[in-house]
């Protein structure tokens, strides 16, 4: 069992940057593969990026590549998204979640899944 808790959404201008964090319990997150999420108001939930369990593999969205890049620390169990050059279109809530696989890839099936953090751009 891993539980996922986000962190670091808030409201920001266009143009600014956000990091956020998701911290996960349990001893095995390092096999995990991670993946952020986003579903903005009105629309389905989407892919945003994904990183293999070693780090060594990431998939971003076409939207976000150049600007949004995915760490993770396994030694924390933790991974990041850290956001730039923010526009209105990424405001929507933001949600990691985990892979058994390992791999993190844009159409996993993904275990678990955290609880949001709300991300708000400004025009």
């Known amino acids: 069992q891993v539980q996922l808790v986000e962190s670091g959404g808030g409201l920001v201008q266009a143009g600014g940057s956000l990091r956020l964090s998701c911290a996960a319990s349990g001893r095995t997150f390092s096999t995990y593969g991670m993946g952020w999420f986003r579903q903005g108001p009105g629309k389905e939930r989407e892919f945003v990026v994904g990183?293999?369990?070693?780090?060594?593999?990431?998939d971003y969205a076409e939207s976000v590549k150049g600007r949004f890049t995915i760490s993770r620390d396994n030694a924390k169990n933790t991974v990041y998204l850290q956001m730039n050059s923010l526009k209105p279109e990424d405001t929507a809530v933001y949600y990691c979640a985990a892979d058994a696989t390992g791999r993190g890839r844009p159409f996993s099936a993904y275990d678990y899944w955290g609880q949001g953090t709300q991300v708000t751009v400004s025009s």
């Open positions: 990183i293999s369990w070693s780090g060594g593999s990431r």
